[in-house]
């Protein structure tokens, strides 16, 4: 069983990052920030584990980890993004592929190997987000409805895709509730900027 990660960066630029979190910190460490995340995202490959970078503009070489594929995010909104992304992963030979962002400094490896053995016995698997929003989406099967006319960004979106999921018969299992870093409020106790 070829399992596949796939970690959805943006371009790290001052003001087009982080933006929620900006208000409260400023452009210049919000950026920072980020980076330290997309930093920390690299911990979560470990062996064995296909993965696979979308960057969103453009593809940045210094942005390029060792051993991933490095692809360009789809035109659209996120959901289109995802959707394109898992059918190409799929495709590509991976029998499970899982998405995650690059906002969370809550997730671990063990949150994305259980992610993969809970599509063993279910065709989707979340992990919530306190949000609202999930951090994780995770499919051995590509459910593009589950993306589709969604209220991305929203404080409904994981109520609103679990919904859909029942109401297409496709069954689920959810991870443990983690934070994004959208506010200072969402970042780790200990953390320095």
């Known amino acids: 069983m070829m399992e596949a990660l796939i970690v959805f960066v943006k371009n790290p630029e001052k003001g087009k990052v982080k933006t929620r979190l900006a208000a409260d910190v400023g ?18 490959i470990y062996s064995g584990l296909k993965f696979y970078v979308f960057h969103s503009p453009v593809l940045l070489q210094e942005l390029f980890w060792v051993g991933a594929e490095n692809k360009l995010q789809a035109e659209g909104d996120l959901g289109v993004k995802m959707s394109t992304a898992i059918k190409e992963v799929l495709n590509g ?5 899982c998405v995650i962002g690059s906002d969370c400094f809550e997730i671990t490896q063990e949150h994305i190997k ?9 065709d989707l698997v ?8 999930y951090y994780l989406v995770g499919m051995n099967k590509l459910q593009s409805a589950i993306f589709e006319e969604m209220p991305w960004s929203q404080s409904n979106l994981m109520q609103t895709t679990l919904k859909k999921a029942k109401n297409l018969n496709l069954n689920y299992e959810l991870l443990e509730e983690l934070s994004d870093v959208d506010y200072v409020t969402d970042l780790p106790k200990d953390y320095k900027f």
């Open 114 to 122: 259980e992610a993969f053995r809970v599509l063993d016995k279910n």
């Open 93 to 97: 030979g991976n029998d499970k592929v």
């Open 27 to 44: 452009e210049e460490k919000a950026l920072k920030i980020y980076n330290d995340l997309l930093e920390f995202s690299k911990y979560l």
């Open 126 to 133: 979340f992990g919530p987000a306190k949000d609202g929003g």
